[in-house]
Nanobody, 121 residues
Framework: QVQLAESGGGLVQPGRSLRLSCAASGSAFSINSMAWYRQVPGKQREFVARISSSGATMYQDSVRGRFTISTDNTKNWVYLQMNSLKPEDTALYYC???????????????WGQGTQVTVSS
């Protein structure tokens, strides 16, 4: 099993920045990719950004140029640096990981519990 724990959400004024963090823990696993999604009440969860184990990144069009996804050297932490925040960025942000369980090689997806980001003046 793999657990994901997010942190770093909060209330911020438009134009300001926040940095979200997510830590993956467990035993005998290899991370293939980590990503951030977000969801507002009444809407589907949407993709925000992804980073692969090789460091390749992808972004939703609305955040490209403002958000940056990165990992640490262990690849078990993923960060989302959010700059120039807008009220429409307000959402519950979820960490996601695509993981290979060792030694079986089974691929699983895991989700964190979410961290709230509210952008408001």
């Amino acid at each position: 099993q793999v657990q994901l724990a997010e942190s770093g959400g909060g209330l911020v004024q438009p134009g300001r920045s926040l940095r979200l963090s997510c830590a993956a823990s467990g035993s005998a696993f290899s991370i293939n990719s980590m990503a951030w999604y977000r969801q507002v009440p009444g809407k589907q969860r949407e993709f925000v950004a992804r980073i692969s184990s090789s460091g390749a990144t992808m972004y939703q069009d609305s955040v490209r140029g403002r958000f940056t996804i990165s990992t640490d050297n262990t690849k078990n932490w993923v960060y989302l640096q959010m700059n120039s925040l807008k009220p429409e960025d307000t959402a519950l942000y979820y960490c996601n990981a695509g993981v290979t369980i060792l030694p079986s090689g089974t691929f699983n997806m895991y989700w964190g519990q979410g961290t709230q980001v509210t952008v408001s003046s």
